[in-house]
């Protein structure tokens, strides 16, 4: 089984002006595409080859699991966001949010807490639990919620690839832009049935 790069849900400069085609040319083509070419690698002519990528980032650790990880979690990163996203959600998703956090507003000041101040590279996470409740959760680096028995509803990617291009170092004016972006339908899909992993 060879590790295919899912294509993109979009155009490359769908996501401007809130996230350049220059920073999606670059973080699709190179980051994420760099990870899955090194995991095929990694993988050939090994028992890594016979398994998916939700078995990967499942069962491996170490390199196997960072490379697979961040392929999982940089296809779900761009299916959260859409032209012409953003705004509030609606829906069981919106009552689910109220129901976790008070109110959307609260829940994004949180989740933009969270994003701005994580510390080194990693990821922002809204996730549910089996009971149901929302939480926001910060993965160091390649983690993912799902192997911590969190169903991923949406994400943001804060590694400073993510936005160097088009906001330098300033993480803060990355995560209010992408806001702009946010693909509500996908998350209220993840909160419905989880993710494939």
Same mark, same amino acid.
């Given at each position: 089984?060879?590790?295919? $790069?899912?294509?993109?849900?979009?155009?490359?400069?769908? $996501?401007?002006?809130?996230?350049?085609?220059?920073?999606?040319?670059?973080?699709?083509?190179?980051?994420?595409?760099?990870?899955?070419?090194?995991?095929?690698?990694?993988?050939?002519?090994? +028992?890594?080859?016979?398994?998916?990528?939700?078995?990967?980032? &499942?069962?491996?650790?170490?390199?196997?699991? /960072? $490379?697979?990880?961040?392929? *999982? !979690?940089?296809?779900?990163?761009? /299916?959260?966001?859409?032209?012409?996203?953003?705004?509030?959600?609606?829906?069981?998703?919106?009552?689910?949010?109220?129901?976790?956090?008070?109110?959307? +507003?609260?829940?994004? &000041?949180?989740?933009?807490?969270?994003?701005?101040?994580?510390?080194?590279?990693? *990821?922002? *996470?809204?996730?549910?639990?089996?009971? !149901?409740?929302?939480?926001?959760?910060?993965?160091?680096?390649?983690?993912?919620?799902?192997?911590?028995?969190?169903?991923?509803?949406?994400?943001?990617?804060?590694?400073?690839?993510?936005?160097?291009? +088009?906001?330098? /170092?300033?993480?803060?004016?990355?995560?209010?832009?992408?806001? !702009?972006?946010? /693909? *509500?339908?996908?998350?209220?899909?993840?909160?419905?049935?989880?993710?494939?992993?």
């Amino acid at each position: 089984m060879s590790f295919v $790069l899912p294509p993109l849900p979009y155009a490359k400069d769908a $996501l401007a002006p809130h996230i350049s085609a220059e920073t999606v040319e670059f973080h699709y083509e190179k980051h994420h595409r760099g990870y899955v070419v090194k995991l095929n690698e990694l993988a050939q002519g090994t +028992d890594l080859a016979k398994k998916s990528l939700e078995e990967v980032v &499942k069962t491996e650790k170490g390199k196997p699991f /960072n $490379l697979g990880a961040q392929i *999982w !979690n940089h296809t779900f990163y761009w /299916n959260g966001m859409k032209a012409n996203g953003g705004g509030a959600p609606t829906g069981k998703l919106l009552e689910a949010i109220n129901k976790s956090f008070g109110s959307f +507003d609260e829940f994004k &000041k949180q989740f933009t807490d969270a994003a701005v101040n994580h510390f080194g590279s990693g *990821w922002a *996470w809204l996730v549910r639990d089996e009971n !149901n409740h929302l939480s926001i959760w910060q993965g160091h680096d390649a983690e993912n919620p799902a192997t911590h028995g969190k169903v991923p509803v949406l994400t943001c990617d804060v590694w400073e690839h993510a936005y160097y291009i +088009d906001y330098r /170092n300033n993480r803060a004016a990355y995560v209010a832009a992408w806001w !702009n972006l946010v /693909n *509500w339908e996908f998350a209220e899909k993840n909160l419905a049935g989880g993710s494939k992993l």
